[in-house]
Protein backbone atom coordinates (compact mmCIF):
# COMPACT_ATOMS: atom_id res chain seq x y z
CA UNK A 1 0.00 0.00 0.00
CA UNK A 2 1.01 3.20 -0.74
CA UNK A 3 1.50 5.41 2.02
CA UNK A 4 3.43 8.54 3.13
CA UNK A 5 4.56 6.58 6.59
CA UNK A 6 6.24 4.51 4.19
CA UNK A 7 8.70 7.42 3.41
CA UNK A 8 10.67 7.68 6.70
CA UNK A 9 13.92 9.23 6.96
CA UNK A 10 16.36 8.12 9.29
CA UNK A 11 15.96 11.61 11.25
CA UNK A 12 14.06 14.63 10.34
CA UNK A 13 15.75 17.81 10.80
CA UNK A 14 14.09 20.47 13.91
CA UNK A 15 14.19 23.84 13.69
CA UNK A 16 17.65 24.30 14.99
CA UNK A 17 19.55 22.35 12.42
CA UNK A 18 18.24 25.00 10.17
CA UNK A 19 19.46 27.89 12.39
CA UNK A 20 22.77 25.66 12.82
CA UNK A 21 23.20 25.99 8.92
CA UNK A 22 23.48 29.77 9.56
CA UNK A 23 26.59 29.19 11.34
CA UNK A 24 25.45 30.83 15.17
CA UNK A 25 29.12 31.26 16.40
CA UNK A 26 30.81 32.57 13.32
CA UNK A 27 27.21 34.68 13.42
CA UNK A 28 27.83 36.00 16.95
CA UNK A 29 31.16 37.42 15.66
CA UNK A 30 29.69 39.14 13.20
CA UNK A 31 26.76 40.66 15.49
CA UNK A 32 29.95 42.08 17.80
CA UNK A 33 32.03 43.23 14.76
CA UNK A 34 29.31 45.34 13.09
CA UNK A 35 27.69 46.12 16.08
CA UNK A 36 31.02 47.98 17.17
CA UNK A 37 31.57 49.50 13.65
CA UNK A 38 27.96 50.82 13.76
CA UNK A 39 28.23 52.22 16.94
CA UNK A 40 31.38 54.11 17.10
CA UNK A 41 30.63 55.91 14.12
CA UNK A 42 30.47 59.46 14.06
CA UNK A 43 26.97 59.90 12.67
CA UNK A 44 24.68 58.68 15.35
CA UNK A 45 21.86 56.07 14.38
CA UNK A 46 18.37 55.56 15.82
CA UNK A 47 18.95 52.93 17.81
CA UNK A 48 15.88 50.31 16.56
CA UNK A 49 17.45 51.04 13.04
CA UNK A 50 20.51 50.24 14.22
CA UNK A 51 19.41 47.10 15.76
CA UNK A 52 17.84 46.14 12.76
CA UNK A 53 20.68 46.96 10.35
CA UNK A 54 22.93 44.48 12.51
CA UNK A 55 20.43 41.90 12.61
CA UNK A 56 20.70 42.08 8.77
CA UNK A 57 24.07 42.01 8.57
CA UNK A 58 24.10 38.95 10.62
CA UNK A 59 21.77 37.20 8.73
CA UNK A 60 23.98 38.25 5.44
CA UNK A 61 26.58 36.49 7.50
CA UNK A 62 24.23 33.47 8.38
CA UNK A 63 23.55 33.14 5.01
CA UNK A 64 27.04 32.48 3.73
CA UNK A 65 27.16 29.92 6.16
CA UNK A 66 24.21 27.85 4.44
CA UNK A 67 26.18 28.39 0.76
CA UNK A 68 29.68 27.50 2.26
CA UNK A 69 27.68 24.21 4.36
CA UNK A 70 26.30 23.52 0.66
CA UNK A 71 29.55 23.98 -1.15
CA UNK A 72 31.57 21.72 1.29
CA UNK A 73 29.55 19.01 2.78
CA UNK A 74 31.58 16.65 1.27
CA UNK A 75 34.99 18.50 3.12
CA UNK A 76 32.43 18.36 6.53
CA UNK A 77 31.85 14.41 6.38
CA UNK A 78 35.20 13.83 6.30
CA UNK A 79 36.64 16.16 8.99
CA UNK A 80 36.00 15.66 12.61
CA UNK A 81 34.89 19.18 13.88
CA UNK A 82 32.94 19.38 11.38
CA UNK A 83 31.18 15.82 10.93
CA UNK A 84 28.23 16.52 13.03
CA UNK A 85 27.03 19.71 10.52
CA UNK A 86 23.44 19.09 9.41
CA UNK A 87 24.15 18.23 5.75
CA UNK A 88 26.69 15.82 6.18
CA UNK A 89 25.29 14.46 8.98
CA UNK A 90 22.17 13.99 6.60
CA UNK A 91 19.49 15.91 9.01
CA UNK A 92 19.37 18.89 5.85
CA UNK A 93 19.28 17.93 2.38
CA UNK A 94 22.15 19.78 0.66
CA UNK A 95 19.71 21.28 -1.60
CA UNK A 96 17.83 22.82 0.89
CA UNK A 97 20.96 24.22 2.58
CA UNK A 98 21.64 25.99 -0.98
CA UNK A 99 18.14 27.44 -1.08
CA UNK A 100 17.76 29.05 2.02
CA UNK A 101 21.41 30.31 1.77
CA UNK A 102 20.32 31.77 -1.58
CA UNK A 103 16.72 32.97 0.38
CA UNK A 104 18.61 34.72 2.97
CA UNK A 105 21.14 36.69 1.15
CA UNK A 106 18.74 38.44 -1.15
CA UNK A 107 16.37 38.80 1.90
CA UNK A 108 19.26 40.60 4.28
CA UNK A 109 20.27 42.90 1.21
CA UNK A 110 17.06 44.16 0.55
CA UNK A 111 16.35 44.82 4.31
CA UNK A 112 19.52 46.00 5.33
CA UNK A 113 19.28 48.98 2.14
CA UNK A 114 15.46 49.27 3.28
CA UNK A 115 16.93 49.88 7.18
CA UNK A 116 20.08 51.93 6.76
CA UNK A 117 21.33 52.72 3.03
CA UNK A 118 21.82 51.08 -0.34
CA UNK A 119 26.29 51.50 -0.09
CA UNK A 120 25.93 49.04 3.02
CA UNK A 121 23.42 46.72 1.65
CA UNK A 122 26.00 46.48 -1.48
CA UNK A 123 28.90 46.27 0.85
CA UNK A 124 27.10 42.96 2.60
CA UNK A 125 25.95 41.47 -1.30
CA UNK A 126 29.93 41.63 -1.92
CA UNK A 127 30.90 40.06 1.46
CA UNK A 128 28.47 37.36 1.13
CA UNK A 129 30.06 36.90 -2.68
CA UNK A 130 33.42 37.04 -1.35
CA UNK A 131 32.57 34.23 1.13
CA UNK A 132 30.38 32.23 -0.92
CA UNK A 133 32.02 32.25 -3.98
CA UNK A 134 35.51 33.54 -4.10
CA UNK A 135 36.60 31.67 -0.47
CA UNK A 136 34.14 28.70 -0.50
CA UNK A 137 34.07 27.74 -3.75
CA UNK A 138 37.19 28.74 -5.33
CA UNK A 139 40.27 29.41 -3.00
CA UNK A 140 39.73 27.37 -0.02
CA UNK A 141 40.49 23.89 -2.44
CA UNK A 142 43.06 25.82 -4.51
CA UNK A 143 45.59 27.53 -2.59
CA UNK A 144 47.56 27.59 1.24
CA UNK A 145 46.70 31.15 0.90
CA UNK A 146 43.04 30.36 1.52
CA UNK A 147 42.68 32.05 4.93
CA UNK A 148 44.07 34.89 3.81
CA UNK A 149 41.92 35.90 0.93
CA UNK A 150 39.21 34.29 3.15
CA UNK A 151 39.66 36.35 6.04
CA UNK A 152 38.55 39.54 4.34
CA UNK A 153 35.08 37.77 4.29
CA UNK A 154 35.04 37.95 8.08
CA UNK A 155 37.05 41.71 8.18
CA UNK A 156 34.32 43.52 6.53
CA UNK A 157 31.56 43.28 9.50
CA UNK A 158 32.69 46.38 10.91
CA UNK A 159 33.35 48.13 7.69
CA UNK A 160 29.59 47.24 6.75
CA UNK A 161 28.04 48.80 10.55
CA UNK A 162 30.84 51.69 9.77
CA UNK A 163 28.93 52.38 6.22
CA UNK A 164 25.29 51.91 7.60
CA UNK A 165 25.75 54.85 10.02
CA UNK A 166 27.79 56.81 7.90
CA UNK A 167 27.22 55.92 4.57
CA UNK A 168 30.56 55.48 3.42
CA UNK A 169 34.12 54.28 3.99
CA UNK A 170 36.70 55.87 6.67
CA UNK A 171 39.91 55.43 7.39
CA UNK A 172 38.54 53.98 10.80
CA UNK A 173 36.55 51.13 9.10
CA UNK A 174 39.32 50.60 6.95
CA UNK A 175 41.63 49.95 10.14
CA UNK A 176 39.26 47.82 11.89
CA UNK A 177 38.88 45.87 8.58
CA UNK A 178 42.90 45.51 8.84
CA UNK A 179 42.87 44.57 12.87
CA UNK A 180 40.30 41.16 11.51
CA UNK A 181 42.28 40.84 7.92
CA UNK A 182 45.68 40.01 9.46
CA UNK A 183 44.24 38.64 13.00
CA UNK A 184 42.53 35.81 10.99
CA UNK A 185 45.78 33.83 9.56
CA UNK A 186 47.47 33.53 13.12
CA UNK A 187 44.23 32.47 14.67
CA UNK A 188 43.57 29.92 11.98
CA UNK A 189 46.79 28.67 11.87
CA UNK A 190 47.12 28.08 15.52
CA UNK A 191 44.09 26.01 14.99
CA UNK A 192 45.59 23.94 12.04
CA UNK A 193 48.66 22.97 13.95
CA UNK A 194 47.00 20.74 16.45
CA UNK A 195 44.06 20.21 14.26
CA UNK A 196 46.29 19.60 11.38
CA UNK A 197 45.06 15.64 10.96
CA UNK A 198 41.82 16.68 10.00
CA UNK A 199 42.41 19.30 7.06
CA UNK A 200 44.72 16.29 5.30
CA UNK A 201 42.33 14.11 5.83
CA UNK A 202 40.02 16.16 4.03
CA UNK A 203 42.67 17.33 1.70
CA UNK A 204 42.18 21.44 1.98
CA UNK A 205 45.34 22.49 1.12
CA UNK A 206 45.97 24.35 5.01
CA UNK A 207 49.12 25.61 4.92
CA UNK A 208 50.43 22.96 7.29
CA UNK A 209 49.35 20.59 4.99
CA UNK A 210 51.24 21.69 2.10
CA UNK A 211 54.22 23.22 3.89
CA UNK A 212 54.47 21.82 6.89
CA UNK A 213 54.29 23.36 10.64
CA UNK A 214 57.33 25.26 10.46
CA UNK A 215 56.61 27.33 8.05
CA UNK A 216 53.21 28.04 9.35
CA UNK A 217 54.97 29.03 12.79
CA UNK A 218 57.23 31.60 11.00
CA UNK A 219 53.96 32.65 9.57
CA UNK A 220 51.84 33.35 12.66
CA UNK A 221 54.54 35.30 13.95
CA UNK A 222 55.19 36.90 10.52
CA UNK A 223 51.56 38.14 10.71
CA UNK A 224 51.37 38.94 14.71
CA UNK A 225 54.40 41.52 13.47
CA UNK A 226 52.41 43.24 10.77
CA UNK A 227 48.72 43.29 13.09
CA UNK A 228 50.70 45.21 15.67
CA UNK A 229 51.21 48.31 13.90
CA UNK A 230 47.73 48.17 12.17
CA UNK A 231 46.05 47.59 16.04
CA UNK A 232 47.94 50.40 17.71
CA UNK A 233 47.13 52.99 14.52
CA UNK A 234 43.78 52.60 14.71
CA UNK A 235 43.98 54.30 18.30
CA UNK A 236 45.35 57.26 17.15
CA UNK A 237 42.30 58.09 15.03
CA UNK A 238 39.05 59.57 15.77
CA UNK A 239 37.77 56.33 17.14
CA UNK A 240 40.73 55.86 19.59
CA UNK A 241 42.08 57.21 22.89
CA UNK A 242 44.41 56.26 25.85
CA UNK A 243 41.98 53.07 27.03
CA UNK A 244 42.16 51.62 23.52
CA UNK A 245 45.64 52.47 23.40
CA UNK A 246 46.87 51.00 26.94
CA UNK A 247 44.37 47.80 25.95
CA UNK A 248 46.06 47.34 22.59
CA UNK A 249 49.44 47.73 23.66
CA UNK A 250 49.15 44.85 25.94
CA UNK A 251 47.42 42.19 23.94
CA UNK A 252 49.91 43.14 21.09
CA UNK A 253 52.53 42.72 23.25
CA UNK A 254 51.45 39.07 24.23
CA UNK A 255 50.53 38.43 20.70
CA UNK A 256 53.91 39.08 19.37
CA UNK A 257 55.54 37.03 22.31
CA UNK A 258 53.33 33.81 21.77
CA UNK A 259 54.19 33.57 17.98
CA UNK A 260 57.65 34.48 19.26
CA UNK A 261 57.39 31.24 21.47
CA UNK A 262 55.33 28.83 18.72
CA UNK A 263 58.10 29.80 16.58
CA UNK A 264 60.92 28.31 18.66
CA UNK A 265 58.81 25.26 19.56
CA UNK A 266 59.56 22.07 17.37
CA UNK A 267 57.01 19.57 16.78
CA UNK A 268 58.28 17.40 19.00
CA UNK A 269 58.08 19.52 22.02
CA UNK A 270 54.62 20.03 20.74
CA UNK A 271 53.44 16.32 20.38
CA UNK A 272 55.18 15.88 23.89
CA UNK A 273 52.74 18.07 25.37
CA UNK A 274 49.83 17.43 23.31
CA UNK A 275 50.15 20.98 21.78
CA UNK A 276 49.15 22.97 25.02
CA UNK A 277 50.92 26.05 23.87
CA UNK A 278 49.53 25.74 20.25
CA UNK A 279 45.78 25.59 22.15
CA UNK A 280 47.05 28.46 24.54
CA UNK A 281 48.02 30.83 21.77
CA UNK A 282 44.22 30.06 19.83
CA UNK A 283 42.85 31.24 22.92
CA UNK A 284 44.50 34.49 23.36
CA UNK A 285 43.53 35.14 19.36
CA UNK A 286 40.00 34.74 20.69
CA UNK A 287 40.66 37.09 23.37
CA UNK A 288 42.96 39.73 21.98
CA UNK A 289 40.05 40.18 19.03
CA UNK A 290 37.03 40.50 21.50
CA UNK A 291 39.14 42.76 23.60
CA UNK A 292 40.03 44.81 20.66
CA UNK A 293 36.50 45.64 19.69
CA UNK A 294 35.09 46.20 23.73
CA UNK A 295 38.38 48.59 23.89
CA UNK A 296 36.76 50.79 21.17
CA UNK A 297 33.03 50.57 22.67
CA UNK A 298 34.18 51.64 26.06
CA UNK A 299 36.50 54.11 24.66
CA UNK A 300 33.77 55.56 22.81
CA UNK A 301 31.61 55.71 26.10
CA UNK A 302 34.16 57.45 27.90
CA UNK A 303 35.07 59.55 24.62
CA UNK A 304 37.65 59.59 22.26
CA UNK A 305 40.12 61.78 21.42
CA UNK B 1 -23.31 13.38 9.36
CA UNK B 2 -19.89 11.41 9.66
CA UNK B 3 -17.46 12.50 12.11
CA UNK B 4 -14.27 11.28 10.93
CA UNK B 5 -12.05 11.00 13.71
CA UNK B 6 -8.96 13.56 13.94
CA UNK B 7 -6.44 12.47 14.56
CA UNK B 8 -2.90 13.83 13.95
CA UNK B 9 -0.60 12.79 11.38
CA UNK B 10 2.69 11.32 12.19
CA UNK B 11 4.60 13.95 9.63
CA UNK B 12 2.49 17.11 11.53
CA UNK B 13 4.04 15.29 14.94
CA UNK B 14 7.44 15.04 13.32
CA UNK B 15 7.92 18.37 11.64
CA UNK B 16 6.18 20.65 14.38
CA UNK B 17 9.55 22.32 15.88
CA UNK B 18 10.05 23.29 12.59
CA UNK B 19 6.78 24.44 11.87
CA UNK B 20 6.34 26.30 15.03
CA UNK B 21 10.24 28.02 14.47
CA UNK B 22 9.29 29.21 11.54
CA UNK B 23 6.14 30.36 12.39
CA UNK B 24 7.65 32.65 15.44
CA UNK B 25 10.38 33.44 12.94
CA UNK B 26 7.71 35.07 10.51
CA UNK B 27 5.89 36.97 13.19
CA UNK B 28 9.09 38.55 13.96
CA UNK B 29 9.52 39.24 11.05
CA UNK B 30 6.31 41.51 10.99
CA UNK B 31 7.22 43.04 13.90
CA UNK B 32 10.69 44.42 12.94
CA UNK B 33 9.24 45.91 9.71
CA UNK B 34 6.31 47.24 11.45
CA UNK B 35 8.91 48.66 14.17
CA UNK B 36 11.30 49.53 11.11
CA UNK B 37 8.29 51.78 9.58
CA UNK B 38 7.35 53.21 13.02
CA UNK B 39 10.95 54.54 13.72
CA UNK B 40 11.71 55.49 10.20
CA UNK B 41 8.55 57.93 10.18
CA UNK B 42 9.01 58.90 13.38
CA UNK B 43 12.34 60.08 12.84
CA UNK B 44 10.90 61.72 10.21
CA UNK B 45 12.87 60.50 7.36
CA UNK B 46 11.39 61.05 3.61
CA UNK B 47 9.01 58.68 2.75
CA UNK B 48 7.91 59.16 -0.33
CA UNK B 49 8.87 57.36 -3.51
CA UNK B 50 8.23 57.53 -6.91
CA UNK B 51 4.91 56.56 -7.82
CA UNK B 52 4.99 57.19 -11.59
CA UNK B 53 3.00 60.57 -11.53
CA UNK B 54 5.82 63.69 -11.42
CA UNK B 55 4.96 65.66 -8.13
CA UNK B 56 5.96 69.23 -7.22
CA UNK B 57 7.21 67.79 -3.63
CA UNK B 58 9.99 65.30 -5.57
CA UNK B 59 11.53 68.19 -7.16
CA UNK B 60 14.94 69.40 -6.04
CA UNK B 61 14.68 72.34 -4.08
CA UNK B 62 15.91 75.86 -5.81
CA UNK B 63 18.83 77.39 -4.69
CA UNK B 64 17.59 81.04 -6.24
CA UNK B 65 14.08 80.90 -5.79
CA UNK B 66 12.10 83.94 -7.22
CA UNK B 67 11.25 86.88 -4.95
CA UNK B 68 8.07 87.33 -3.92
CA UNK B 69 5.69 89.92 -6.29
CA UNK B 70 5.65 93.11 -4.33
CA UNK B 71 2.99 94.14 -6.58
CA UNK B 72 0.81 91.26 -7.08
CA UNK B 73 -2.10 91.61 -9.61
CA UNK B 74 -5.48 90.38 -8.67
CA UNK B 75 -8.72 89.30 -11.13
CA UNK B 76 -11.65 91.34 -11.06
CA UNK B 77 -14.39 90.26 -8.81
CA UNK B 78 -12.00 88.33 -6.57
CA UNK B 79 -11.94 89.07 -2.62
CA UNK B 80 -8.99 91.67 -2.46
CA UNK B 81 -9.23 92.90 -5.82
CA UNK B 82 -10.02 96.06 -4.81
CA UNK B 83 -8.20 96.43 -1.51
CA UNK B 84 -4.70 95.60 -3.79
CA UNK B 85 -5.24 97.92 -5.85
CA UNK B 86 -4.47 96.68 -9.04
CA UNK B 87 -6.58 94.69 -11.11
CA UNK B 88 -6.16 92.78 -14.09
CA UNK B 89 -7.37 94.19 -17.47
CA UNK B 90 -9.95 92.02 -18.95
Known amino acids: MADINAYHGPAEAGFGDYVALLKPRVMSLVVFTAFVGLWIAPVPMNPFVAFCAVLFIALGGGASGALNMWYDADIDAVMKRTANRPVPAGLVPKGDALALGLALSGLSVMMLGLAANWFAAAFLAFTIFFYAVVYTIWLKRSTPQNIVIGGAAGAFPPMIGWACATGGIGIESLLMFALIFFWTPPHFWALALFMNNDYTKAGVPMLTVTHGRKVTRRHIFGYALVLAPFAIWLGFTSVGGWIYLSVSAVLNLLFIAGGWQLLRRTDDQAQADNYRIEKRYFRLSLYYLFLHFTALLIQHWVGAW | ?90
Not at chain 2, 22 to 43: D, M, N
Not at chain 2, 50 to 65: F, G, I
Request: hydrophobic residues 45%; proline residues 12%.
Open chain 2, 1 to 90: MVMLPRVEHELHKRRRSRNLGLLVVLLAFVALVFGLSIAKITSGDMMEGYDHQPRATMLPADPNPPAPNAAPVAVPGTPGAEAAGTVAKP
